[in-house]
């Protein structure tokens, strides 16, 4: 079917508004990302880590064999267009923090599941860690730099002039039929990709985000072998200077607000000293608020009464590896009306988005 998509508005430059931009920018379709530069959204403090495998049960993550190599080719080809690495293809080098963990690895190995191995020497890191339940292999993982393809993208879109520098005010939004108006902007479609604001948006408020909160600290480790991610009861990821490791994932329910807390440095400063044999120093601390969902799938689609604002979100901790495929089904949804994925069509809360808005 052919389009008939002039113009889009996107809110958000997180990794979903910045692909969604991209594949608009790909695609000829003139657009604006409207976004306030938070130094506390989730993909401005993450490490950016796609690990093909998951939780205690070392499962395979949701549609691994289509999202991952799907990611791997968009974020290459972002990062040619910007001339920066976006991405690079490692190991992940898997502690077993004790021995269930152990048996679940062993056993999805017996049965021969994809990406994982035993590592057969363990000599290079015997001098760097403590261990005591023996050493997996995640192969491959990846290691998407965001903190250099969000800022190199977001200078794009403002040498296009197509990026505006302040929070949406939904007091000069205006949704009409066939039209979105937002201040002097008009345009086909508006499309949030607003993090864990989503949660407070009155046309989506009512969806079931399930917003949790991660710290990170951001250590200095020169001793510290390079080039692989690292897991034990927490990730350890190189960042872009030599030596400067991210070492974080916790998930915290209930909380205040987006600060950094005393409890995470003080536990994650014992689990490091625990972990590691080499000196390090902590150099920053980091938190933020991740856009998950109770369904743990994203949201994507449009308001089944407003019907051109749509939504991108929900990613959780995944969004490195969903957010490009998803945005880029979103905009052939958008584009050709082929359809979404059923499990992220947010068709399926048609009933309770059709209330008044909050």
């Not at 003080?266 to 991740?290: C, G, M, N, Y």
Request: with cysteine; proline share 7%; glycine share 6%.
């Amino acid at each position: 079917m052919k389009r008939s998509i002039q113009k889009v508005i996107i809110v958000g430059q997180g990794i979903s508004g910045t692909f969604l931009s991209w594949f608009c920018y790909q695609a000829g379709i003139d657009f604006i990302v409207i976004d306030e530069a938070n130094t506390h959204a989730p993909s401005r403090v993450a490490a950016g880590i796609i690990n093909p495998v998951t939780g205690r049960r070392v499962v395979k993550v949701w549609l691994d064999d289509v999202i991952l190599p799907f990611a791997e080719t968009a974020y290459k080809a972002m990062g040619t267009f910007l001339n920066l690495p976006a991405i690079t293809r490692t190991v992940l080098i898997d502690f077993f923090p004790n021995p269930f963990m152990k048996e679940s690895f062993l056993k999805k190995l017996a049965q021969k599941e994809d990406y994982i191995s035993l590592l057969e020497n363990e000599a290079p890191y015997a001098a760097s860690f403590n261990y005591e339940f023996g050493i997996g292999l995640i192969d491959p993982a990846y290691i998407v730099h965001l903190q250099q393809l969000l800022p190199a993208w977001r200078t794009f879109l403002k040498q296009q002039r197509r990026l505006v520098e302040e929070p949406l005010d939904f007091e000069q939004l205006r949704a009409e039929a066939g039209a979105v108006h937002y201040k002097d902007h008009t345009a086909d479609r508006l499309l949030f990709c607003d993090g864990a604001a989503g949660s407070a948006n009155p046309y989506f408020s009512r969806l079931p985000f399930a917003l949790n909160k991660g710290e990170a600290l951001i250590i200095e480790a020169p001793e510290l072998p390079a080039g692989h991610l690292y897991k034990k009861s927490m990730l350890l990821a190189p960042i872009a200077e030599p030596g400067i490791f991210w070492a974080g994932t916790n998930y915290i329910w209930d909380f205040k607000d987006e600060a950094p807390t005393a409890d995470f440095r003080q536990s994650a400063t014992h689990t490091l000293e625990q972990w590691l044999k080499v000196p390090f120093k902590i150099i920053d601390h980091k938190a933020s608020v991740r856009p998950a969902t109770v369904e743990r799938r994203p949201f994507a689609g449009f308001h089944p009464v407003y019907t051109n604002i749509g939504i991108l979100n929900g990613m959780g901790t995944k969004g490195c590896s969903l957010a490009p495929y998803f945005a880029h089904q979103l905009m052939e949804h958008l584009l050709y009306q082929r359809p979404l994925q059923p499990e992220v069509d947010i068709s399926r809360f048609k009933g309770i988005l059709s209330r008044p808005l909050q």
